[in-house]
């Protein structure tokens, strides 16, 4: 069950990232799904990481860093 719901929020995030980032004409370094993929388990993985106890909290997290949507080209 769980897994069912987990992929229909991939989907469902995956679209709506796509559209936008279509709308405002973004790139991202990765296939959209892996970007959909990372962001959802880095921001879940904070709060789980928390509600176990550990050190800091869901405000230490750098999703920023940890996705690779941009609205530049690339240089190099």
């Known amino acids: ?6 992929q229909l929020l991939f989907r469902q995030s995956e679209r709506f990232m796509g559209q936008l980032i279509d709308n405002r004409g973004w790139r991202t370094r990765r296939p ?3 970007e959909t993929r990372t962001f959802w388990s ?3 993985g904070a709060v789980l ?3 176990a106890g550990a050190n800091g909290s869901v405000t230490d997290l750098d999703l920023a ?3 690779t949507v941009h609205d ?3 240089h190099g």
């Open 1 to 6: 069950m769980v897994d069912r719901h987990l």
């Open 32 to 34: 959209l799904s892996v």
């Open 42 to 44: 880095t921001a879940l």
């Open 49 to 51: 990481l928390v509600r």
């Open 65 to 67: 860093g940890a996705l």
């Open 72 to 74: 530049a080209p690339e």
